[in-house]
């Protein structure tokens, strides 16, 4: 019983152990179950205890680490730096190479970066890469040396100069005669290429000559050999020319290449005033070949005064006449007795409608002013005498009477009743007179006087005014006679601080009887023209009249200025339209204080005209001519637009109502062109090669240096954004 017991507690303890031992085996943690790459797992434990921590590092060539911890069977992470290859950075720039990774993507552990060398350079190390190792970069940076040519060796007669005796890549080496009278029988400069060879033969010395070329379109010798300094003679066929110079035979060659060049005339682009040419758009005439010409409306044919003229493309490759349209403009009048405005005398020529403000000296008249036309002056400047014919006097005669009276002039008029007074000839080519006849009545009308008291006398009447009055002519008494049924003057007092007459010596004419108010100022009319005063006190005080310029009076189309009546203070203009037409408005206008009034306007009786159509608006020109009989209501004008301009919406233009209605023009999008390019420039000749007549973006034309001199480098105008870049010619050293 005892024994089995025990037998009994054993199996019991040796079954509670294995249990115990299975459960903490199975709470370790292995190695194995970590799932990072690149780790280094050699030096570590096959288990970890449960609670352990372990660092797991990076593999060779890896950064990084991660901190672990056993729980329970499985790993917990406590901190992680994920591995990554080792970076190397930059492998190294070799001078005159270039490198590329042949190995990776990136500059890190693992990566291969081969090394090869630029044109001209061969590699000099024995290894051309480098590969990224965990201490870095391993080799040294690979070497590239220049390439290089074989030695040039000086002789006698040909001189070399350069880096002759150890030429390398890219070097130049030029070549002289040592005399003056050989030249090179190869190019002057060979270069050192990059396969170690030279560019062309080192050259020899020989004695200077030249072969005639073969000139297109010209004649020459081909059998004559030409020594130095020779000249070539060559003759062109009919319609061209040699080039301008002399080809001299030089060491280097012609000294400019002989050439047959056609002969044309270059019209250019349109200038200012030209409307139109025919044919349209051609630059570049041949000999005998014509080009019509038709100026603006405001410009004529130079010398001419034509609007329209055929020119001709002569043998020499000028114009028969010159293609220009000048402006038209007017001479200045010359005409006696006129007497032009200040601004206008030093002034030699006007242009198209300009207008010119003149007076006329004494004893004339004309103007006031005058335009320019296609015409000449409208009106015609000019002065004419200025007469008044024999006056006629109802109920009297003029003393000692003639046909024909000069301005200025005087005569007494005596009247029936015995009344005399005298009449001027004005400068308007009118009488003024002082007075008038009337028929002899038999007593004078009664009159009243306020401010003073009246006595009759023999021939009328004395009066005298009360205190503070005086008379009109400025006295405390005065006298009235009756003569032919009218007294001989207005009786009345007035303030002693108001004016009356003006004293006779300043000859006022028809003053009239009003008093003027202390400090008045007014303007009238004397013997010797406009005359002003100030009432200062009861005392007229003279006073010089400030003129006040008037402008040029307002231009009304279809309608003439009839009469102008100028004074100080106010002109004035009459108006009378043409046949057919008929005003609106005031017929008479006004100029006060400089300003005139408002214009009338001419009205056609009948449907509205327009007048001519612009030949040129809003960046179209006129293409179609039509008669003026034709510029009624709804008539159109058709237009075409400049170059590098399209229409908007329509291409004509539409009367109504007596105005045109014009189209317009806008540019073309993205168009960008050259004008003609320059003949001359930069030491430069045009050659003319390959013409046109418009020339857009990327055009190119070639030029030629002019004698002595050469292309410092390309040869040719190029046309870019609507400008020409232009070649450079240089001094031939």
Known sequence: ???????????????????????????????????????????????????????????????????????????????????????????????????????????????????????????????????????????????????????????????????????????????????????????????????????????????????????????????????????????????????????????????????????????????????????????????????????????????????SRSVKCQNDGTWSSRPVCEEMTCEKPEEEHLVLSYYYRYKQTYQLNADIQYTCEAGYKGGPSSRCTENGWDPKPGCIKITCSKPHIDYGTVKNPQNIYRADTHVVIQCDDGYEFYATCTRNGVWQSTGKCKAKPSVCAPFSLTHGFTRKSDRGYLYTCDSDYKTFDGKWWGEVTCQGGQWSDTPQCIPDKKCGKIPTVYKVINQGNRAFEDRERHEFECEVGPCCFHCANGKWQNQDCAYQKCPTPPYVENAVITSHEARTSQQSVTYECRENYSITGQQKINCIDSKWGNAPTCTLNGPKECLNPDQEINNAHLDEAISKAQYLDSRQAKYKCKDGFQFKDRSYATCSAGQWNYPQCIPVTNFQGCPLPENNINNATWSRANRKAYYTEGDTTEYRCNEGFRFEAQSFAKCSAGKWTYPQCIEDS
């Not at 081969?114 to 190792?133: E, F, H, L, Q």
Request: contains cysteine; aromatic residues 10%; hydrophobic residues 30%.
């Open 1 to 307: 019983m005892g024994s089995t017991m025990q037998e009994v507690s054993k199996i019991f303890f040796v079954a509670f152990w294995v249990f115990s031992f299975t459960l903490v085996k199975s709470q370790e943690c292995s190695t194995g179950t970590i799932q990072y790459e690149n780790v280094q797992k050699s030096d570590l434990l096959k288990t970890y205890q449960n609670g352990a921590t372990v660092k797991v590092n990076c593999a060779t060539g890896y950064i990084g680490s991660y901190k672990l911890q056993c729980e329970n069977g499985n790993w917990e992470t406590i901190s992680a730096r994920e591995c990554k290859k080792k970076p190397c950075g930059h492998p190294g720039d070799t001078p005159n190479g270039d490198f590329k990774l042949t190995v990776g993507s990136e500059f890190v552990f693992g990566a291969r970066v081969k090394y090869t060398c630029r044109p001209g350079y061969n590699m000099a190390s024995r290894i051309d890469y480098r590969d990224c190792r965990i201490q870095g970069w391993d080799n040294a940076v690979p070497v590239c040396e220049v390439v290089k040519c074989s030695p040039i060796t000086n002789s006698d007669d040909v001189i070399a100069s350069g880096n002759i005796e150890e030429p390398s890549f890219g070097d130049v080496i030029h070549f002289e005669c040592a005399s003056f009278n050989k030249m090179l029988d190869a190019p002057e400069d060979i270069h050192c290429l990059e396969n170690g060879q030279w560019s062309g033969k080192v050259p020899k010395c020989k004695d200077i000559e030249c072969v005639a070329p073969e000139i297109p379109h010209g004649i020459t010798n081909p059998a004559i050999k030409y020594r130095e300094n020779d000249i070539i003679q060559y003759k062109c066929e009919e319609k061209y020319q040699p080039r301008p110079g002399k080809p001299k035979c030089t060491k280097y060659g012609w000294s400019i290449k002989p050439e047959c060049e056609e002969i044309v005339c270059m019209l250019g682009s349109p200038t200012v005033g030209v409307y139109s040419t025919e044919p349209k758009g051609v630059s570049v005439f041949h000999v005998g070949e014509h080009v019509q010409i038709t100026c603006l409306k405001t410009h004529w044919f130079y010398g001419t005064k034509q609007q």
